[in-house]
């Protein structure tokens, strides 16, 4: 009985050492993975742009403040993915608050229906990622009355209290865009524009920098040409569809492209469109107009024009000698390829093939005839060079 009762004790024991030991190697690891994300940042989620050698500055994020404008469907998904990549200030605008018909989209949850959009964002946000400042204000830029604040905080209320490093326009009217574009305008702020349609399958996003691309006002929607009031065309009970799986597509390449404009990654995308429906994405580039209505728009276009253009010389010099004179093994190149095969591949509209496979028979014939050379002479020429 006693030996039982000793092999229990013993047994008992052994265990209690596997368990330490494992906990050690969770601890370890966790420890590993932790150093890989440090800075005193454990929040960074840029970590995989470092290791693949797209940015070299990827904790330079905590140094931007952005300003979102409108945290709806795109706006508080946008605000997300910046907390979540470790961006240093997020500074919310908006006037309206959380209803369960929001429940639709990505971000918002029942339980903060009647909260303010801008303090429910900050709550979730600061949950997520606590080492981002967050500022919020509660009221409508459009209003005359708050139009001087919007425009200080965007140029004073940045970490280093100048101005913010980006605008993000994620607001669903037309007079809430003009405000931004006139401020943007009139203070030489860079910008995104961004919106969804009211059927809820197309969206978009415009890279707005004043006087070197177009601004808002160069070419105003049809519905502001013509002088028609926007609220007219809604009707009472009925709001845009909203879809967040379009919000989604249109954060996500709102947050892409804000990333490639602040680490200097990528190409920055001038206009960029979506068309679930036939998943088509236009891009175009957007000149300003020398006859925009916005008067800082055309003071902005003089500003860039007067600029000293870099240009970038290139020197090619050309060269028809061969790089070997001699060849001693007589090797030579030999096109693989067959005429019109690029043709006969039928691919879709708008898409090249970037290479096509060697015709049947390439390497037979002529070409893979070898000579009566014997594997001990190869050798025997490998060891005299």
Request: aromatic share 8%; with cysteine; hydrophobic share 40%.
């Amino acid at each position: 009985m006693d030996n039982v009762e000793a092999l229990k004790l013993k047994i008992a024991e052994l265990e209690h050492k596997l368990k330490s030991l494992a906990s050690k190697n969770v601890r370890e690891k966790i420890e590993v993975m932790s150093s890989e994300v440090v800075d005193s940042n454990p929040y960074s989620r840029l970590m995989a742009l470092k290791r693949m050698g797209i940015v070299n500055n990827y904790e330079d994020i905590r140094n931007f403040t952005v300003a979102i404008v409108g945290i709806g469907g795109v706006g508080s998904v946008t605000a997300e993915m910046l907390t979540r990549c470790g961006i240093g200030r997020l500074i919310l605008f908006d006037y309206d608050k959380v209803e369960l018909a929001n429940m639709n989209r990505l971000f918002f949850q029942p339980h903060q229906s009647g909260l303010s959009k801008v303090e429910a964002a900050a709550e979730t946000l600061r949950n997520i990622n606590p080492d981002v400042d967050i500022l919020t204000y509660n009221y409508n830029i459009t209003s005359v009355e708050y139009f001087d604040d919007f425009s200080r905080i965007l140029t004073h209320n940045s970490l280093n209290n100048g101005p913010v490093d980006l605008v993000l326009s994620c607001v669903d009217n037309f007079e809430a865009r003009f405000t931004i574009n006139a401020v943007c305008n009139e203070f030489n702020l860079t910008w995104f524009e961004s919106g969804v349609s009211e059927n809820a399958v197309s969206g978009h996003i415009q890279f707005i920098v004043p006087g070197e691309t177009a601004c808002f006002a160069c070419a105003p929607p049809l519905v502001v040409a013509s002088n028609i009031d926007e609220k007219t065309l809604k009707r009472d009970g009925v709001c845009a569809a909203s879809l967040p799986t379009t919000m989604g597509v249109i954060a996500g390449f709102l947050v892409q492209n804000t990333l490639k404009y602040l680490l200097k990654f990528g190409n920055v995308s001038n206009y960029l469109g979506y068309s679930a429906l036939t998943d088509f994405f236009p891009t175009m580039n957007l000149k300003p107009n020398p006859n925009c209505d916005d008067r800082n728009c055309v003071l902005r276009q003089k500003e860039f024009a007067a600029k000293p253009k870099v240009e970038i010389v290139k020197n090619v010099v050309e060269d028809d000698k061969p790089i070997h004179e001699d060849n001693e093994w007589g090797i030579s190149l030999v096109d693989e390829s067959v005429e019109n095969d690029k043709e006969n591949q039928n691919v879709g509209s708008g898409i090249n093939l970037a290479y096509t496979l060697p015709g049947r028979g390439v390497g037979d014939g002529e070409n893979s005839k070898s000579d009566d050379t014997s594997l001990e002479e190869l050798m025997a020429q490998m060891k005299s060079i």
